[in-house]
């Protein structure tokens, strides 16, 4: 719910050196889950429940897990993701408290509170679709320009695309699968999502290619949405433990490595 993989090899993206010459491009590295799923099932579960979210987002995703340590030297996870279609916008944050075990091992200590905002939006003519493709040779070269390593999704969209959504939350990962012994293809999707000025901006972007080292000069099919806010609120509730104390943290819910001074 809310990312759109096929089923590949998945890779999320870290970030990597800024740099002005060529189209952009990410470093990936594996990841067990991307987009909207990394948010814990039980709290896309009740989400739902709840109708802060629907089915079939047009942008959403979750900027990672990430455990942290307080003062105290106490330790929760916390998480933020958004979800929106045509005519809801909203924000999530979820925290949980951690007890931590050992080194970078951590485990679930009490349940995952959740809380936001929605906004819903007034009814616009529809989404946008656009498609956009970088020209190699517009850089001032023959033939296609080396990407540059960015660690900013939308560096990845052409300026007056990416524009409307900066300053908001984006994200993006990568699916490669395989047809044959051979063949594969490698597909990237970006989200984003800006609230501001009483409109909100939406964002979905995917491009494709035969392999993950020519997705740079790919293809992006683009959708925009910008909608007027009519009303918001805000929701709050906890949802049920689904692991025990005593069980550590692992796969989609992987306890990152404290930040830096923290």
């Given at each position: 719910?809310?990312?759109?993989?096929?089923?590949?090899?998945?890779?999320?993206?870290?970030?990597?050196?800024v740099s002005g010459l060529g189209p952009a491009s990410m470093d990936y590295s594996p990841a067990s889950a991307v987009g909207f799923e990394v948010l814990p099932a039980v709290v896309r579960t009740r989400?739902?429940?709840?109708?802060?979210?629907?089915?079939k987002p047009l942008t959403a995703s979750c900027l990672g897990l990430n455990v942290k340590r307080r003062a105290d030297a106490s330790h929760y996870q916390t998480g933020t993701a958004w979800w929106a279609d045509q005519s809801i916008?909203?924000?999530?944050?979820?925290?949980?408290?951690?007890?931590?075990?050992?080194?970078?091992?951590?485990?679930?200590?009490?349940?995952?509170?959740?809380?936001?905002?929605?906004y819903h939006l007034d009814e616009v003519g529809g989404p946008e679709v656009s498609t956009w493709m970088f020209d190699g040779r517009s850089a001032g070269r023959e033939g296609s320009v080396p990407p540059a390593?960015?660690?900013d999704p939308l560096d990845l969209l052409p300026p007056e695309v990416a524009a409307p959504v900066r300053g908001g939350l984006s994200d993006v990962w990568m699916d490669i699968v395989w047809t044959g012994p051979?063949?594969?293809?490698?597909?990237?999707?970006?989200?984003?999502?800006?609230?501001?000025?009483?409109?909100?901006?939406l964002l979905a972007g995917t491009r494709t290619a035969p392999a993950k080292?020519?997705?740079?000069?790919?293809?992006?099919?683009?959708?925009?949405?910008?909608?007027?806010?009519?009303?918001?609120?805000?929701?709050?509730?906890?949802?049920e433990k689904r692991t025990r104390a005593t069980?550590?943290?692992?796969?989609?819910?992987?306890?990152?490595p404290l930040p830096s001074g923290e």
């Open positions: 719910m809310g990312s759109t993989t096929s089923g590949g090899n998945l890779e999320a993206a870290r970030g990597g050196a989400l739902k429940a709840e109708g802060v979210i629907r089915s916008a909203t924000f999530i944050e979820c925290q949980r408290e951690m007890e931590h075990r050992d080194g970078k091992a951590y485990s679930a200590r009490g349940d995952w509170i959740v809380s936001g905002v929605m390593h960015t660690d051979t063949d594969s293809h490698a597909t990237e999707y970006l989200r984003a999502i800006r609230v501001v000025g009483g409109e909100a901006f080292g020519s997705l740079f000069n790919a293809e992006w099919a683009l959708t925009t949405l910008i909608a007027p806010i009519a009303t918001s609120e805000t929701f709050s509730f906890t949802c069980e550590p943290i692992g796969g989609a819910e992987a306890a990152r």
